[in-house]
């Protein structure tokens, strides 16, 4: 029976935490970790055994589009530190599969293969791995940022449209497709090839994807497969 645990943080709030300047702290560590000590995702991450505060944003997606379905078979794409992929085992995936150049510590129920999902060669190896086709393609990924903002943008949307193209190779009939974007304009583009991928294609800002953040994830749904 499947799962679909995982609630996130409660309407009440607690006093704000202050961090005391300390010497070799800066204005901007001080200011992140204030952060982290005040958002109610990362208690609730840390409440659940959530590795991270992304794990609700897509917790959210799902609630909201059934995109994991009991039995499925789930692509994690940059899934370190494996939040995403605890999602996907207990919400019921029948195999969770996660790819990252970086190490990720296990997690029951998934496995993970370090590795370049734009290796000529990994569509075949993931879809060998999987037994077959598969249901969801997720890829929570971002390249390191500049704090140019139009750089930023640039990079994420290549890198997204990477993720999209690596997912066509991958994907059964009907299945799905998340990829995180930045708000730029040109994530825009992203809505044509999709389109003709897929039955159904939505931007979505989930509840935890932080207010002051450019960041929302692009969905399709209903792969088209040989049609696309």
């Not at 702290?25 to 991450?45: F, G, K």
């Not at 029951?108 to 990994?122: H, K, P, R, S, V």
Request: aromatic fraction near 6%.
């Amino acid at each position: 029976m499947s799962s679909r645990s995982g609630k996130g943080p409660s309407s009440s709030r607690g006093l704000t935490v202050h961090v005391r300047k300390a010497n070799k702290r800066s204005v901007q560590s001080r200011a992140w970790l204030e952060r982290q000590l005040n958002d109610p995702y990362v208690a609730a991450a840390q409440a659940q055994g959530y590795r991270s505060r992304a794990a609700f944003k897509l917790i959210e997606m799902d609630d909201r589009y059934s995109l994991i379905k009991p039995g499925c078979l789930v692509v994690d794409l940059g899934a370190a530190p494996g939040g995403w992929a605890q999602v996907a085992v207990k919400r019921g995936a029948a195999k969770v599969l996660g790819l990252d150049l970086l190490p990720i510590n296990p997690v029951q129920g998934a496995t993970f293969l370090e590795g370049d999902f734009n290796d000529e060669d990994m569509p075949a190896r993931l879809t060998a791995l999987m037994g077959a086709k598969v249901d969801v393609v997720l890829s929570d990924m971002a390249p390191n940022t500049t704090g140019h903002a139009a750089t930023d943008h640039l990079r994420i949307i290549a890198l997204a449209e990477m993720a999209l193209e690596f997912a066509s190779h991958i994907l059964a009939p009907g299945g799905a497709f998340v990829a995180k974007v930045f708000q730029g304009g040109t994530e825009s583009l992203m809505l044509t090839p999709m389109k003709r991928m897929f039955a159904q294609v939505k931007h979505v800002k989930p509840p935890a994807s932080r207010k002051d953040s450019s960041e929302l994830y692009v969905l399709g749904m209903g792969f088209r497969g040989d049609n696309a």
